[in-house]
């Protein structure tokens, strides 16, 4: 399964990380995985940024690694990228 952030976030050597309190969503079913959002403010862009993040159900079960996709600006397509790996990762 794969995790998804729509965001990328990039710290300098010895830049503090923001911080990041996320919120489960249920955007998908349960026996799917979990769903959370956050935001996280950009002190580049001046802004704060929406983060969505797919956890698979077996995740906190197993000591597997998960590939990692990101989505920039992709809150629009959150669901069917969770919807296409789950297809994919069935084939």
Request: net charge negative; charged share 20%.
């Amino acid at each position: 399964m794969i995790l998804f952030v729509p965001v990328v976030l990039a710290l300098a050597a010895g830049a503090q990380a923001p911080a990041l309190e996320l919120v489960p969503t249920h955007s998908v079913p349960a026996s799917w995985g979990t769903t959370f959002k956050g935001t996280i403010h950009s002190a580049s862009l001046g802004e704060d940024r929406t983060v969505d993040l797919f956890l698979p159900a077996s995740f906190d079960k197993t000591t597997r690694k998960f590939p990692i996709i990101f989505l920039t600006d992709g809150e629009h397509y959150f669901e069917r990228a969770v919807t296409a790996a789950r297809e994919l990762a069935a084939t």
